[in-house]
């Protein structure tokens, strides 16, 4: 939490939470990548001439991520592009 002002310059608590890391472990010829919120990885391989990532967005608009927070009995709040999701689309996923 932290503090900030309204529009009419009154003081306010501000609610800033959320969570962004992202990890990468190289073994050998292996490459090892997790990530939790809006963190994203790339690699660069044969001297720059291809780019590849190594992290998909964990936002619950994606209707993979969606899928899997309801599928671990998750819920998801305070997002229209997720609740504007087609019925359809949510169970083929």
Do not use: F, W
Not at 63 to 92: C, F, M, P, W
């Amino acid at each position: 939490m932290c503090q900030g002002r309204d529009d009419n310059g009154a003081q306010i608590v501000v609610d800033r939470s959320g969570s962004c890391a992202i990890v990468i472990l190289i073994v050998g010829e292996m490459c090892y990548s997790a990530n939790v919120g809006d963190s994203r990885a790339i690699i660069s391989i044969n001297g720059g001439q291809m780019v590849m990532p190594l992290s998909r967005d964990h936002k619950p608009s994606d209707i993979l991520e969606y899928n899997r927070i309801i599928k671990a009995g998750g819920q998801v709040y305070q997002t229209t592009t997720a609740q504007s999701i087609d019925n359809d689309q949510k169970k083929a996923a």
